[in-house]
């Protein structure tokens, strides 16, 4: 099977002078990626003649496949159009249908069209017209010596829906392409290289064809299993059989798959348990309640939160005595204790949460440095606290004691559905 | 004066799968930019070399400066010093000032040092040894045939070190550069299009040498002067001048200046007044207080929030009446006032705001759809509330008020330190 080759060409000069972030060719790395097309080069150029010739005739010569976005405005200053007529020789004639499809798009808006907008309809007649349904700019497919090549607009939402409906269901029958299985198992709670330690024999005993692939981010790891072959129902057989496998080693740490979230995750287990939660943040300041709240549906499931960012409201509202207060500090096992108790009881919850620490980057103490978090979930008949001893950085901090209590939860609520 | 042209390499397998982004690229551009060197190509390779020497000799017939990124790590796959030596015809030698510092990093951390990392110490010998002090891979910087090279780790911290340190102030000394004076006005609660009508008259009287661009972000517009000339001290003032020709049209939605946030300028005037704030976060479940407490020093104005997710807890906490409820509903202008007053009153807090709303997907009615929001802020003697209607995207509706909100409180800060 010969590997197939893309170049991803990104013109423009605002991503040249970092006015806005090339999203667009992470994107299309991560989906050529995953139907088994091997990403050779991605190339950034400005709003440049000769430069964008160049990048076209480099690309030529290395790629099987140039996807490139950008440039396609009604505007003097969007090349990318002309340049492809120029570049493979062939004038831009009207085509009736593009023309249709922008007026019919303006029309829908109530707005006027304007003569600029209708030469967005005009085209290389060497092209392949690819409609774009959700914007003025349409794609446009060219075959040139045995090397594939579409253009599409540099808006994100609509690039996606071209490389969607067009490109990505077309390479099939373009290219003798491997069958790729993705499965990713999204674990919380372990580090990556006590995790890779715990799995090792695993790992060393997968068969040649599927790979693992770790992916940290903040307080998680993501473990990819990628299978290549020709069978896609037994790439899924063979990798849920590798899963089987090493799940019952690390199953406390696994919350989901794919791209569910941890707050998905947890959403759901409260749902199906018909389970309430509530939360006090002190430290970690509202960041845990708007995770939570991010996922539609959850006022199934969350009752609310208090924020008491002094100690009189930790008092006055959750019901944390002023001897522990003063005795043991608010940043303490016994206050986050109270705090999580007294928030279940104000919001009559199945299930209280509590923060407080010291965020930073100031306000810490010997005995106490900045970093000193401490956390706990509470619920009918136990209460469970956790320190955690963190860095200087305030957001890295809050970030991290957002996933802790959340997971802290999670092992509660899998230990209370028992 | 010539243009200064850059180009940026990043190499990395990881990169072109999709595995991480690049932001290593973005950032270099937009500190090229601030200096008035011209980025005309940013490409991206993977661990291949064949692809990493094509790309050098590609910058080289380019560009005058050549930044690369990516591939300096200790294991085999990483090849970009190697390959730089090969390029520039020269061996890898023991640099022991270089093996000291990599030795040193590892003491300090209390850690062994393997023999792969001891010769991250060795360097192509035609090479100026770069101190990585926040890293183990060195920077290393080239100068053949008059083009500048500078190699450094991928890891985006080490690299914008060595950046900021190194590269950044070396290249007034390389090259004849423009000087070059940016000040960003920061907008609020007014869109581009209005904005641009506002200044119309004023932006097409700016001299030459000072341009104007619009850097519209969720509910803000940024207004970005960039001055260019010999001499900075000339530029600022003329700058600063122009600013307080437009200031009075535009005033009431300046909120700040460069890199200061909405939520920091707002802790300024708290902090600057001696009041404090507290929130009831219906539909923003908590993003809001989340804001606020990402700034260090915070707990000196903000008192604390409460989010009361079901109507009972907007009642028994907040104290908003069940008829108001009952009447009007959750979402509705009489219940952000009582809810503002509400979270005022139990907080002891100069200022009270509030939201509720529906934030969406799903959960309208023909009244009252999804991304209908009523927000408020309540204070001693005053309280104001404002309608919006927002769309049906779940986050974008929770950010756009949670903009709304802190500049609703903007408003009646400054309305009540007059």
Chains 1, 2 share one sequence.
Not at 212 to 219: C, D, K, V
Not at 244 to 251: E, G, H, V
Not at 407 to 413: T, V
Request: aromatic content about 8%; some cysteine; proline content about 4%.
């Amino acid at each position: 099977m010969k590997l197939i080759k893309a170049e991803i060409i990104a013109i423009g000069d605002e991503l040249l002078y970092g006015q806005i972030v090339d999203t667009n060719s992470h994107w299309i790395s991560q989906e050529l990626d995953l139907v088994g097309v091997k990403v050779v080069r991605k190339t950034t150029v400005g709003d440049n003649r000769e430069d964008i010739l160049a990048a076209f005739s480099e690309a030529e010569r290395r790629a099987d496949l140039i996807l490139i976005t950008g440039g396609l405005g009604p505007t003097q200053d969007d090349l990318t159009k002309a340049l492809l007529a120029e570049y493979f020789g062939c004038g831009i004639v009207e085509v009736p249908e593009a023309v249709e499809a922008v007026t019919a798009f303006f029309k829908q808006r109530g707005r006027e069209i304007t003569p600029l907008n209708i030469l967005q309809g005009h085209l290389p007649s060497c092209c392949t017209y690819v409609p774009n349904e959700v914007g003025t700019a349409p794609g446009m497919w060219f075959e040139n010596n045995g090397v594939y090549w579409m253009s599409m607009p540099g808006v994100p939402h609509e690039m996606k829906k071209l490389m969607e409906d067009f490109v990505l269901p077309k390479l099939p029958s373009l290219f003798d392409l491997p069958v790729i299985y993705h499965k990713v198992i999204k674990t919380v709670g372990i580090g990556e290289s006590w995790l890779a330690d715990l799995i090792r024999a695993w790992e060393n005993a997968l068969p040649e064809h599927i790979r693992l692939a770790y992916l940290p981010s903040l307080g998680q790891v993501r473990l990819r299993l990628t299978a290549f072959g020709t069978d896609r129902k037994k790439l899924e057989q063979e990798v849920d059989a590798q899963i089987d496998l090493i799940l019952p080693s690390i199953a406390e740490y696994v919350y989901g798959y794919d791209s569910e979230s941890l707050e998905s995750a947890i959403g759901n287990l409260l749902k199906n348990s018909g389970k309430t939660l509530a939360l006090a943040e002190s430290c970690t300041g509202g960041y845990i309640s708007h995770l939570i709240t991010s996922i539609a549906g959850s006022s199934a499931y969350f009752n609310g939160s208090v924020i008491p960012y002094h100690n009189q409201f930790k008092e006055n509202i959750l019901g944390v005595k002023g001897e522990t207060l003063r005795t043991q500090g608010a940043v303490s096992e016994e206050t986050v204790h109270e705090m999580a108790a007294g928030v279940r009881k104000l919001f009559g919850a199945d299930f209280g949460l509590s923060s407080s620490g010291i965020a930073g980057p100031d306000g810490g103490s010997e005995e106490k440095p900045v970093g000193t978090v401490w956390i706990a979930c509470s619920g009918e008949g136990f209460s469970e606290a956790k320190k955690l001893q963190l860095s200087r950085d305030r957001m890295l901090n809050i970030q991290v004691t957002g996933v802790a209590v959340l997971n802290l939860l999670r092992n509660c609520l899998i230990r209370n559905n028992k």
